[in-house]
């Protein structure tokens, strides 16, 4: 089966290429458009075509825990049951890799709060990658995706680690043909989005709609901060909090924002600690500045969400600092000076009692693990 | 004719910028075999002529008395510091052997510049402290910093003459590693974390320095013969000086006295 969608997949590309050598071959004869014309119409004839991509299911309104805002929806991707259930089965599929070992939950895997507990990721063949994986809980809220921010949607960003050669190392093409050749995913897709072939975009949707449940809130800090509950938290975490929000004290919700009626730990920007700077002075991974090409991006990163943060470690961009006392202390010594350093960071007098209160307080982000979001029942 | 004269002007723009082009390029073509040239000759030491100064540096006052530091906001200090652990920036021995004053020359070797030696300078953080604390270093030698404690360091060197900085070093971390470029007595070194932690840092554009040892000794070597400013700086009780004139081959002596309250 599987060998037969694949003959049909290559045959129906080698087609299309056939068409398109022509067309550029003869891109300003007029005979091309009706050749053209006649191509697509066999096209349609031989297989099927893409159709729309709009989900077509039931709209979900997802459910969002105690501590969050309603969940951003794009206009072209509403949620639905459909998508949402696709999303997940393909998060956890290993087809969408090269060889078939990797899925997107070997970086994201939620036994790891959605983060795979390395310092560095490791993706086809075991290649190590430059970045520590960000968790996925929350995404659904960030203006912008990766470390560098270089994917302003989930959808965007769906695509881009199955394609890149370090990560799932499989080519868009290759990944539509293996589900096309599952009766089931075809199946699905069609219940999802209408009838037509499989399309990345239809994937890349999916996925994103799966990863705007996987929501983490309704924690410690969030019945006491939100929910009234005076003693959800310790006097250690309520010491910490303070020392949070204080501007002149840790500052941390300088960028680690809380808001008034939700907290998401993450002002969505960019920014510059120090993190990475080498004994030159000069930065290995520009971060930022690769999608800028801004002088003062260089070094920055986006700043990451500080929910379920005491099982994500190791913690920054590059995964190089182990432990959340390691976090605490790199902020309180200033981090590392450097040209592009921002102007919220600098060193913090604070006591041994004051960093223990912040590391226990960062423990009080833990959330609850949302239903449906680990790995499909197999039936 | 108007017409005429703005391309007049222009061919004598095009001519210009081609002129300024091609000096720019002759200024540039030089830099490259400038590189390629020892840019400066060191200064080599006759054997036959080198001298030493020796000499033992003292304090007359009254004793001061030990103080204690507490690591106590920082348990995983206390623990790695193995005992108790007291205040280093005044350290009288017997007799009055002062420990861990800088001695170097100050002046008499201008416009002579030494090889910048190969092996570089440790700054160890171990047990929460600074060691050594008060260490000399030559301008473009490698300081490498080392972190041997459970906990993380944040050196933070608060030079004035010299790039200030500050790193920020977790355990297990690999060691750092930086320069100075200019001539600095001295720079205070902090760490931005423990706020006991200190050391400085001596930089010299000439290899003749030394830190006096708990017996108060200190030792320059392989000097040149010539007439010297000899500096001396302690970090509590201030610097002296003191002119020698070297002749060759012979061991002088230099001692000094710091007079306490």
């Given at each position: 089966?599987?060998?037969?969608?694949?003959s049909?997949?290559?045959?129906?590309?080698?087609?299309?290429?056939?068409?398109?050598?022509?067309?550029?071959?003869?891109?300003?004869?007029?005979p091309?458009?009706?050749?053209?014309?006649?191509g697509?119409?066999?096209?349609?004839?031989?297989?099927?075509?893409?159709?729309?991509?709009?989900p077509?299911?039931?709209?979900?309104?997802?459910?969002?825990?105690?501590?969050?805002?309603?969940?951003?929806?794009?206009?072209?991707?509403?949620?639905?049951?459909?998508?949402?259930?696709?999303?997940?089965?393909?998060?956890?599929?290993?087809r969408?890799?090269?060889?078939?070992?990797?899925?997107?939950a070997?970086c994201?895997?939620?036994?790891?709060?959605?983060?795979?507990?390395?310092?560095?990721?490791?993706?086809?063949?075991?290649?190590?990658?430059?970045?520590?994986?960000?968790?996925?809980?929350?995404?659904a809220?960030?203006?912008?995706?990766?470390?560098?921010?270089?994917?302003i949607?989930?959808?965007?960003?769906?695509?881009?680690?199955?394609?890149?050669p370090?990560?799932?190392?499989?080519?868009?093409?290759?990944?539509?043909?293996?589900?096309?050749?599952?009766?089931?995913?075809?199946?699905?897709?069609v219940?999802?989005?209408?009838?037509?072939?499989?399309?990345?975009?239809?994937?890349?949707?999916?996925?994103?709609?799966?990863?705007?449940?996987?929501?983490?809130?309704?924690s410690?800090?969030?019945?006491?901060e939100?929910?009234?509950?005076?003693?959800?938290?310790?006097p250690?975490?309520?010491?910490?909090?303070?020392?949070?929000?204080?501007?002149?004290?840790?500052?941390?919700?300088?960028?680690?924002?809380i808001?008034?009626?939700?907290?998401?730990?993450t002002?969505?920007?960019?920014?510059?600690?120090?993190?990475?700077v080498?004994?030159?002075?000069?930065?290995?991974?520009?971060?930022?500045?690769?999608?800028?090409?801004?002088?003062?991006?260089?070094?920055?990163?986006?700043?990451?969400?500080?929910?379920?943060?005491a099982?994500?470690?190791?913690?920054?961009?590059?995964?190089?600092?182990?432990t959340?006392?390691?976090v605490?202390?790199?902020?309180?010594?200033?981090?590392n000076?450097?040209?592009y350093?921002?102007?919220?960071?600098?060193?913090?007098?604070?006591?041994?009692?004051?960093r223990?209160?912040?590391?226990?307080?960062?423990?009080?982000?833990?959330?609850?693990?949302?239903?449906?979001?680990?790995?499909?029942?197999?039936? | 004719?108007r017409?005429?004269?703005?391309?007049?002007?222009?061919?004598?723009?095009?001519?210009?910028?081609?002129?300024?082009?091609?000096?720019?390029?002759?200024?540039?073509?030089?830099?490259?075999?400038?590189?390629?040239?020892?840019?400066?000759?060191?200064?080599k030491?006759?054997?036959?002529?080198?001298?030493?100064?020796t000499?033992?540096?003292?304090?007359?006052?009254?004793k001061?008395?030990?103080k204690?530091?507490?690591?106590?906001?920082?348990?995983?200090?206390?623990?790695?510091?193995h005992?108790?652990?007291?205040?280093e920036?005044?350290?009288?021995?017997s007799?009055?052997?002062?420990?861990?004053?800088?001695?170097?020359?100050?002046?008499?070797?201008?416009?002579?510049?030494f090889?910048?030696?190969?092996?570089?300078?440790?700054?160890?953080?171990?047990?929460?402290?600074?060691?050594?604390?008060?260490?000399?270093i030559?301008?473009?030698q490698?300081?490498?910093?080392?972190?041997?404690?459970?906990?993380?360091?944040?050196?933070?060197?608060?030079?004035?003459?010299?790039?200030?900085?500050?790193?920020?070093?977790?355990?297990?971390?690999?060691?750092m590693?930086?320069?100075?470029?200019?001539?600095?007595?001295?720079?205070?070194?902090?760490?931005?974390?423990?706020s006991?932690?200190?050391?400085?840092?001596?930089?010299v554009?000439?290899?003749?320095?030394a830190?006096?040892?708990?017996?108060g000794?200190?030792?320059?070597?392989?000097?040149?013969?010539?007439?010297?400013?000899?500096?001396v700086?302690?970090?509590?009780?201030?610097?002296?000086?003191?002119?020698?004139?070297v002749?060759?081959?012979?061991?002088?002596?230099?001692?000094?006295?710091f007079?306490?309250?």
């Amino acid at each position: 089966m599987l060998e037969n969608g694949k003959s049909g997949a290559e045959s129906t590309a080698s087609f299309i290429s056939i068409l398109f050598r022509i067309r550029a071959k003869n891109r300003y004869a007029a005979p091309v458009g009706t050749v053209l014309m006649i191509g697509l119409l066999a096209l349609c004839n031989g297989c099927k075509s893409p159709g729309s991509d709009k989900p077509i299911g039931s709209v979900v309104q997802i459910k969002v825990p105690l501590g969050l805002p309603p969940v951003p929806i794009p206009a072209d991707n509403p949620p639905t049951v459909e998508t949402i259930a696709l999303g997940r089965r393909l998060f956890y599929d290993t087809r969408l890799s090269k060889d078939n070992s990797l899925s997107c939950a070997s970086c994201h895997n939620p036994e790891y709060d959605f983060t795979d507990g390395m310092s560095v990721s490791k993706g086809m063949g075991g290649q190590k990658g430059v970045r520590n994986a960000p968790t996925v809980m929350n995404a659904a809220y960030l203006p912008f995706q990766f470390w560098d921010g270089r994917a302003i949607s989930l959808e965007q960003q769906a695509g881009s680690p199955m394609a890149n050669p370090v990560e799932m190392d499989q080519t868009h093409d290759v990944s539509v043909s293996k589900l096309e050749a599952d009766p089931e995913y075809r199946a699905l897709f069609v219940k999802a989005f209408g009838p037509g072939s499989i399309t990345i975009s239809k994937i890349e949707k999916s996925l994103a709609s799966f990863e705007r449940t996987v929501l983490s809130g309704n924690s410690a800090f969030d019945r006491y901060e939100f929910g009234g509950d005076q003693k959800a938290l310790t006097p250690s975490q309520i010491r910490g909090l303070a020392i949070f929000k204080d501007p002149h004290r840790g500052n941390c919700a300088a960028c680690h924002t809380i808001n008034k009626n939700y907290a998401l730990f993450t002002d969505g920007k960019f920014h510059n600690i120090g993190e990475g700077v080498g004994d030159d002075g000069t930065f290995s991974d520009v971060g930022r500045y690769h999608e800028t090409r801004v002088v003062t991006d260089t070094g920055a990163f986006m700043t990451p969400t500080l929910r379920n943060i005491a099982n994500t470690a190791p913690y920054m961009h590059d995964g190089k600092v182990k432990t959340l006392k390691a976090v605490v202390d790199f902020y309180a010594g200033g981090g590392n000076s450097n040209p592009y350093l921002d102007k919220e960071i600098r060193a913090i007098k604070l006591t041994g009692q004051d960093r223990s209160d912040l590391v226990e307080f960062l423990k009080s982000l833990t959330g609850e693990m949302p239903p449906n979001v680990g790995p499909p029942a197999k039936e | 004719m108007r017409i005429h004269s703005s391309i007049n002007l222009f061919c004598i723009c095009c001519v210009a910028a081609l002129a300024i082009g091609c000096s720019g390029k002759k200024n540039a073509e030089p830099a490259p075999a400038h590189v390629e040239q020892p840019a400066v000759s060191y200064f080599k030491v006759d054997p036959a002529t080198a001298a030493t100064i020796t000499g033992t540096i003292r304090y007359t006052g009254k004793k001061p008395a030990r103080k204690l530091i507490d690591m106590s906001e920082d348990p995983a200090c206390v623990e790695a510091h193995h005992g108790k652990a007291y205040d280093e920036s005044l350290v009288v021995g017997s007799k009055g052997a002062l420990a861990n004053a800088f001695v170097y020359i100050k002046k008499g070797l201008e416009g002579k510049t030494f090889a910048v030696p190969a092996t570089p300078v440790v700054i160890d953080q171990r047990g929460c402290w600074f060691r050594p604390r008060i260490v000399g270093i030559q301008t473009g030698q490698v300081l490498q910093v080392v972190n041997s404690d459970p906990v993380t360091h944040n050196i933070h060197p608060m030079a004035e003459i010299n790039r200030e900085w500050n790193h920020s070093q977790g355990p297990g971390d690999p060691p750092m590693t930086r320069k100075f470029l200019k001539p600095e007595i001295m720079i205070p070194v902090k760490c931005n974390i423990h706020s006991w932690m200190h050391a400085y840092i001596g930089v010299v554009d000439n290899p003749y320095f030394a830190v006096s040892s708990d017996d108060g000794t200190f030792a320059i070597k392989n000097l040149p013969p010539g007439t010297y400013t000899i500096g001396v700086w302690q970090e509590k009780l201030g610097t002296q000086e003191q002119q020698l004139t070297v002749a060759p081959h012979q061991d002088a002596v230099a001692d000094f006295t710091f007079k306490g309250k």
